[in-house]
């Protein structure tokens, strides 16, 4: 069993279960049986958990996982977000990410002559981070690699 919780994934890849939000409580007991998953995979939920609530449920993941099953947590991370370039991509992305959010801002900034939003990009990026979106924490690669480890996975990457 491969099992996606939280998020948006009304169409999920073949041999894929997805357990949307409002039928998975992840502060909650898993409602997968201990050893009974192959791979977990969630995308874009860690951060709207707790601090604490997130360890609880990288705990409970490993539970359900079987001998050699998988965890991916993909979740913004402050550390990767500073490390965005004020170049041709770090400008697009923060565009693709952020532009829908500032569109009073980014009026005001080419008013006075700016690249709108693009001219500091990792400004928006890291406001839409703490401000938007009901992010409840926002965790550091190295702090979720630590905690994972931690927790009891053997190969954190």
Known sequence: MKVIYGGHWDNPPEGWVSIPEDEQDLTLSLKQTQDSVDCI??????????????IWFMRESLKCLKKGGVFRIAMPCIDKIIQLKNDTF???????????????EDSILKELGLEGI?????????????????????????LCKKVLQKVGYSEVY
Not at 90 to 104: A, C, E, L, V
């Open 41 to 54: 995979f969630t995308e874009h939920v860690g951060e709207h958990l707790s601090m604490n609530d997130c």
């Open 118 to 142: 693009r001219e500091e990009p990792i400004a928006f990026m890291m406001d839409s981070l703490f401000k938007g979106h009901h992010h409840k924490f926002i965790w550091t690669s190295e």
């Open 90 to 104: 770090g400008k697009h992305y923060s565009d693709i990410q952020t532009k829908h959010y500032y569109p009073n």
